[in-house]
């Protein structure tokens, strides 16, 4: 049985950091890619980063690249997102999401297996 759990939300300042954890138990993630996604209020989920832990290769939406940092650490089974320079823009519910080899990383429907969210709050 898969299991995702998110954790290292909360409120922040702008301009702050957060990091952002993703355990993973039921599954071996030398054969997944681990992608962090969010929802904001009224808006749609949006893929915002990713990494494949085959090749170690990350990806990042254009909303947050220079300021987010992803990692993955095979042994203990975990994907970590480093969140830098956050805005306002940034508050939603963040989840993490692990997909069999995806083609499109920045495509919802390529993640089989999701965690539940953790909120992150970035007050102005």
């Known amino acids: 049985d898969v299991q995702l759990q998110a954790s290292g939300g909360g409120l922040v300042q702008t301009g702050g950091s957060l990091r952002l954890s993703c355990a993973a138990s039921g599954v071996t993630l030398d054969d997944y890619a681990i992608g962090w996604i969010r929802q904001a209020p009224g808006k749609e989920r949006e893929v915002v980063s990713c990494i494949s832990y085959s090749d170690n290769t990350a990806y990042y939406a254009d909303s947050v690249k220079g300021r987010f940092t992803i990692s993955g650490d095979n042994a203990k089974n975990t994907a970590n997102l480093q969140m830098n320079s956050l805005k306002p823009e940034d508050t939603a519910v963040y989840y993490c999401?692990?997909?069999?080899?995806?083609?499109?990383?920045?495509?919802?429907?390529?993640?089989?297996?999701w965690g539940q969210g953790t909120q992150v709050t970035v007050s102005s």
């Open positions: 999401a692990a997909g069999i080899a995806p083609r499109d990383w920045y495509e919802l429907r390529e993640y089989d297996y």
